[in-house]
T-cell receptor
């Protein structure tokens, strides 16, 4: 059973701080990784994709991938109350192309 | 506007009834997916379709059925055999099936349908 693990939280950070969200996965051959943001009662929104080891930056978001250690993380700089949401990590299953989702980490940014 | 639409937004069903959830996309995407989300849980895959007239079971297909007669449409039927159907149902699509290991398979979601069994 291929798995994606996230700390369910809640993770609470003050406004302006860096929020760090982590995800580990079990399938060593996975090559595509995604972060989705889901506001309460809404559907997930894709915010970052990463395929190569290292960092990928997009605005205040940085995704980090370490395939040797089988983890992917998301950093949110200058966190805002509007960043308060659940963040879902997803990993592409190379057999069939499906995405396997973690259970999500709830982030709360306090003003 | 390009995107994925789901209807209805809210659906109430009596026990023993079948209901069909609609999912339409005008993104010209080949692949479409149905997920179920329960409170505090991640997404679980019900069915997916990589091409018209073909679909595969996901992890929790029992009690559900789908069809893919058109590229744009992937309706999901929740049958009376589904023991606990109350959940948030999400449809997604991706430009291609992502079968090649090097392909990315970014999936984009519709707004969802919240189903409640009375």
């Amino acid at each position: 059973q291929k798995e994606v693990e996230q700390n369910s939280g809640p993770l609470s950070v003050p406004e302006g701080a860096i929020a760090s969200l982590n995800c580990t996965y079990s399938d060593r051959v996975s090559q595509s990784f995604f972060w989705y943001r889901q506001y309460s009662g809404k559907s997930p929104e894709l915010i970052m994709s990463i395929y190569s080891n290292g960092d990928k930056e997009d605005g205040r978001f940085t995704a980090q991938l370490n395939k040797a250690s089988q983890y992917v993380s998301l950093l949110i700089r200058d966190s805002q109350p509007s960043d308060s949401a659940t963040y879902l990590c997803a990993v592409k299953d190379n057999q069939g192309g499906k995405l396997i989702f973690g259970q999500g980490t709830e982030l709360s940014v306090k003003p | 506007d390009g995107g994925i639409t789901q209807s209805p937004k809210y659906l109430f069903r009596k026990e023993g009834q079948n209901v069909t959830l609609s999912c339409e996309q005008n993104l010209n995407h080949d692949a479409m997916y149905w997920y179920r989300q329960d409170p505090g849980q991640g997404l679980r895959l019900i069915y997916y379709s990589q091409i018209v007239n073909d679909f595969q079971k996901g992890d929790i297909a029992e009690g559900y059925s789908v069809s893919r007669e058109k590229k744009e449409s992937f309706p999901l039927t929740v049958t009376s055999a589904q023991k606990n159907p109350t959940a948030f149902y999400l449809c997604a699509s991706s430009i291609e099936a992502g079968l090649a290991p090097s392909s990315y398979n970014e999936q984009f979601f519709g707004p969802g349908t919240r189903l409640t069994v009375l």
